[in-house]
């Protein structure tokens, strides 16, 4: 058994190494700029919700506020009369501060995952490939096999789903080589 401390620098230099692609894969390559879609009218839709000083949150329009109410005739016309929506609501400028803070967070915790299950199951001295392979896809599961529950449940564009486990394949990849690089011998 090897401890996650002793893990320390595959943790961390995965982190940062997938930080900057994905920083790379965001801003650069640009794929990701069309996964959102323009709303026609935009500004007055904006100009609506602003003046109902909607509170951050998400919402879904319609909706009902239980199981009984979703089978009233009422509310299936309101379905069938659409649209249906799901919306996130915050104001605020998009400084990516806060964010890219978070997500180099998450990038460690994924690496701990991956650490605390490949020590608990490798031993010093395993090959480059064990550990690719079983850091790569612990690290795969934390990128990406979560996502597609959006698209099955709130119906987010399956395209964008299958383009961010693409990226979450690149950043298991990079994670695996780390720590298949920087296993203890």
Same mark, same amino acid.
């Given at each position: ?40 009218? %935009? ?8 003046? @109902?000083? *909607?509170?951050? #949150? !998400?919402? $879904?329009?319609? +909706? ?12 299936? %016309? ?8 799901? @919306?996130? *609501?915050?104001? #605020? !400028?998009? $400084?990516?501060? +806060? ?22 199951? @490798?031993? *010093? ?61």
């Amino acid at each position: 058994m090897i401890s996650i401390s002793s893990l320390w620098l595959p943790i961390l230099l995965a982190a940062v190494t997938v930080f900057a692609v994905s920083s790379i894969m965001h801003t650069i390559l640009g794929y990701h700029w069309n996964d959102l879609r323009r709303l026609p009218q %935009q500004d007055a839709l904006l100009d609506a919700v602003r003046g @109902l000083n *909607v509170p951050h #949150g !998400d919402y $879904a329009l319609p +909706k009902c506020d239980n199981m009984k109410d979703m089978r009233s005739p009422e509310f299936k %016309q309101k379905m069938a009369r659409g649209p249906f929506m799901l @919306l996130t *609501v915050t104001s #605020g !400028d998009m $400084a990516m501060g +806060k964010s890219l803070l978070q997500w180099f967070v998450y990038l460690l915790a994924v690496g701990v995952c991956c650490a605390y299950i490949a020590g608990r199951e @490798l031993h *010093v001295g395993a090959t480059y490939l064990q550990v690719f392979r079983l850091t790569g896809f612990a690290a795969f599961m934390g990128y990406a096999m979560a996502l597609p529950q959006a698209s099955i449940w709130y119906r987010r564009n399956w395209r964008m789903t299958v383009v961010t486990m693409f990226d979450g394949l690149v950043f298991a990849l990079l994670t695996g080589g780390v720590f298949g690089w920087l296993w203890p011998r």
